[in-house]
């Protein structure tokens, strides 16, 4: 299974973006990049996710290196609401659908 | 629309004491199903995870169970549970297709703590 590492915290200011960085340098090339956040007791809620180029939604956007050994989850305009824990897991590939989860990064939000 | 389900939310168990926690998904068939577990400050462990009934990976070897009795249904337990056994359990669901997304859908949680 491919290792993420990412920083354990990080903080923003409201309406600024934010930069959410992942290394998954062991990835392999056909597993897809995870991004998910979790709010305080609750599970976790799916963002996005990508296998080669740049992905976006309504909730954030996806900037996936070249090499793929790392990926950004960007937040445009940062709200208190986008305080929360990020992981991003990388799918271990083959048929058995599972995702590997780190300790994440604990985004802060400051009014 | 899908929707997961878990009970009890909070539970409060003395060392020893049997565990079963119930999971049931609504709005989807042959689902993939997985429990997780939370320690206090730490990151998501996957304890077991299932393609189809009858069907369980364990993920860490360890104090507890799981089963798949029905299509949607997934139950963790333990025959005696260890002051270790304390958390948050999450169970979640993907859809169980051959499309490479695997975007999980998690329930509310148990929190469990042992005592």
């Known amino acids: 299974d491919a290792k993420t590492t990412q920083p354990n915290s990080m903080e923003s200011n409201e309406e600024e973006p934010v930069h959410l960085p992942c290394n998954h340098s062991?990835?392999?090339?056909?597993?897809?990049i995870h991004w998910y956040r979790q709010l305080p007791s609750q599970g976790p809620e799916y963002v996005i996710h990508g296998l080669t180029s740049n992905v976006n939604n309504r909730m954030a956007s996806l900037a996936i290196a070249e090499d793929r050994k790392s990926s950004t989850l960007i937040l445009h305009r940062a709200t208190l609401r986008d305080a929360a824990v990020y992981y991003c897991p990388v799918d271990s590939g083959g048929s058995n659908y599972k995702l590997t989860f780190g300790k994440g990064t604990l985004l802060t939000v400051n009014p | 629309s899908q929707t997961i389900h878990q009970w009890p939310a909070t539970l409060v168990q003395p060392v020893g004491s049997p565990l079963s926690l119930e999971c049931t998904v609504e709005?989807?068939?042959?689902?993939?199903l997985y429990w997780y577990r939370q320690a206090a400050g730490r990151g998501l462990q996957l304890l077991f995870y299932?393609?189809?009934?009858?069907?369980i990976s364990s993920e860490v070897p360890q104090n507890l169970s799981a089963s798949r009795p029905q299509d949607r249904q997934f139950i963790l337990s333990s025959k005696k549970l260890l002051l270790s056994d304390s958390g948050f359990y999450l169970c979640?669901?993907?859809?169980?297709?051959?499309?490479?997304?695997?975007?999980?859908?998690f329930g509310p949680g148990t929190r469990l703590t042992v005592t």
């Open positions: 709005g989807t068939s042959n689902p993939n």
């Open positions: 062991t990835i392999s090339g056909t597993d897809y």
């Open positions: 299932s393609v189809g009934i009858g069907q």
């Open positions: 979640a669901w993907s859809r169980g297709t051959s499309a490479r997304t695997y975007e999980q859908y």
